[in-house]
């Protein structure tokens, strides 16, 4: 979950470029293909290999693009409790893009939900539709892969909403495709407390 998360945020980041995008997809072609399926068989050495390869490409994007709001909680979060970085990373990436879309359609930023369509698209077996669809979809297919590999909530993990401010305070959102506020943050942690 961390490489999927990194390869979207790369992808999405305000400093992606033509070389971490085509580089993005491509991993992320093999994160479709191949995540849910090594979950459920680690033996499963094709899929294996396709994580591997979005591990790699997942690396040279975010060196080159930077990360977004998804590993700013990763960090404030990590720094406070022992969870492990995936399980962070993939419990809050439903619902901070799911956010972030708000926002960029709220402030309309084409570009970025272009981008989220994209990634719809990639996700989804299906070739028609509008690109609301495909955002919408996307966002649909981030929780369904979080039930599929049965990612725990952040209660579950180990995290105390009591300390949820605090860590707002501490987390950075640089390079996110969208600026979020201190309660659009608060959101994002409390939709997954349980």
């Known amino acids: 979950m961390d490489c999927f998360t990194q390869l979207t945020e790369a992808y999405l980041s305000d400093k992606s470029n033509l070389f971490t995008d085509a580089l993005a997809l491509a991993g992320l072609t093999e994160i479709r293909k191949s995540l849910v399926r090594v979950c459920c068989d680690g033996s499963d050495s094709d899929a294996r290999s396709g994580m591997s390869f979005a591990a790699l490409t997942s690396g040279i994007c975010l060196a080159n693009s930077g990360l977004g709001v998804v590993h700013g909680f990763a960090s404030s979060l990590g720094a406070r409790y022992d969870i492990p970085h995936g399980v962070i990373c993939g ?72 300390d949820f401010e605090m860590i707002v305070k501490n987390t950075e959102c640089k390079n996110n495709p969208v600026r979020l506020s201190f309660e659009e943050l608060l959101e994002i942690l409390q939709r997954r407390y349980f």
């Open 91 to 162: 419990t809050l990436m439903p619902p901070a893009n799911e956010v972030n879309v708000r926002v960029l359609r709220k402030n309309g930023n084409a570009e970025a939900l272009r981008k989220y369509a994209t990634l719809g698209r990639l996700f989804l077996d299906r070739k028609e539709g509008s690109d609301d669809f495909f955002i919408d979809g996307f966002i649909d297919r981030l929780y369904s892969i979080s039930e599929e590999i049965k990612l725990p909530g952040l209660k579950t993990a180990g995290a105390d909403e009591i």
